[in-house]
């Protein structure tokens, strides 16, 4: 299912995660700007709430990236974002990050830097979705 920034937001609150514990990478932040819409939510978490979140029922699968990583539902978490040489820490993302309806999300130019990094199909056409963005916005 697709969601838009509004039923990202919805989905995100209703977990009650503690602030400074998370930020949205992924496709969320793009779905935040109204870029476009995402179909799931890729969480970067640091690991007092991965472990409280896999005590509590969250399944634990061997992401792309070789890590470890949660799944529920829509839902995918992570302790790390390393994809070959990217490797960004939480607390530098968190700290960059956009709030959007007192939600954080990883800003679009760290975003960027990570599908340059992935450069699968779907992340060059996001690039290129992120480059016009910013175009508009001033911020290329």
């Not at 960004?88 to 830097?113: C, K, M, Q, W």
Request: glycine share 10%; hydrophobic share 40%; aromatic share 10%.
């Amino acid at each position: 299912m697709m969601m838009n920034r509004k039923e990202l937001v919805e989905k995100l609150k209703a977990l009650g995660l503690p602030m400074g514990s998370f930020v949205v990478f992924g496709s969320g932040p793009l779905a935040a700007a109204g870029i476009r819409e995402t179909n799931d939510i890729d969480l970067l978490v640091n690991g007092r709430l991965y472990a409280h979140m896999k005590e509590n029922g969250w399944s634990e699968k061997l992401g792309a990236n070789g890590e470890h990583m949660l799944e529920n539902g829509d839902f995918e978490v992570s302790r790390s974002w390393k994809f070959g040489p990217y490797n960004p820490h939480f607390s530098d993302l968190y700290t960059a990050a956009d709030i959007f309806d007192g939600i954080p999300f990883v800003n679009l130019h760290e975003v960027r830097t990570w599908k340059i990094q992935s450069s699968r199909p779907k992340d060059r056409r996001d690039i290129e979705l992120i480059d016009r963005y910013m175009a508009k916005k001033g911020w290329a």
